[in-house]
Nanobody, 125 residues
């Protein structure tokens, strides 16, 4: 089992920045990929970004390219999401996810077995 705990959410004005963190514990040796998803009220869960835990190749949702940066610190078992130039449409609960599957599509929720509780990000206009 892998446990994930997010932090770093909050209220920010449009154009501002936030850095989310996700601390992983437990069987971190089985992690192949980690990702961030978000879910706004009344909307489906949406892929935001993912990173290979070893090779560090990254993928982003189109709306996040150029504004979001995913990274990880393997020594600290921590995942990060730096979000710049935030927009009101970025308002959502952001969830950290981890999965053991090397070749699973990174943008699909089903590719991840472990999820955090989420951290709220609110961007005011």
């Amino acid at each position: 089992q892998v446990q994930l705990v997010e932090s770093g959410g909050g209220l920010v004005q449009a154009g501002g920045s936030l850095r989310l963190s996700c601390a992983a514990s437990g069987r971190t040796d089985i992690i192949s990929r980690m990702g961030w998803f978000r879910q706004a009220p009344g909307k489906e869960r949406e892929f935001v970004a993912s990173i290979s835990w070893v090779a560090s190749d990254t993928y982003y949702v189109d709306s996040g390219k150029g504004r979001f940066a995913i990274s990880r610190d393997r020594a600290k078992n921590t995942l990060y999401l730096q979000m710049d130039n935030l927009k009101p449409d970025d308002t959502a609960v952001y969830l950290c996810a981890a999965g053991p599957y090397r070749s699973a599509p990174s943008q699909l929720s089903a590719s991840y077995d472990y999820w955090g509780q989420g951290t709220q990000v609110t961007v005011s206009s």
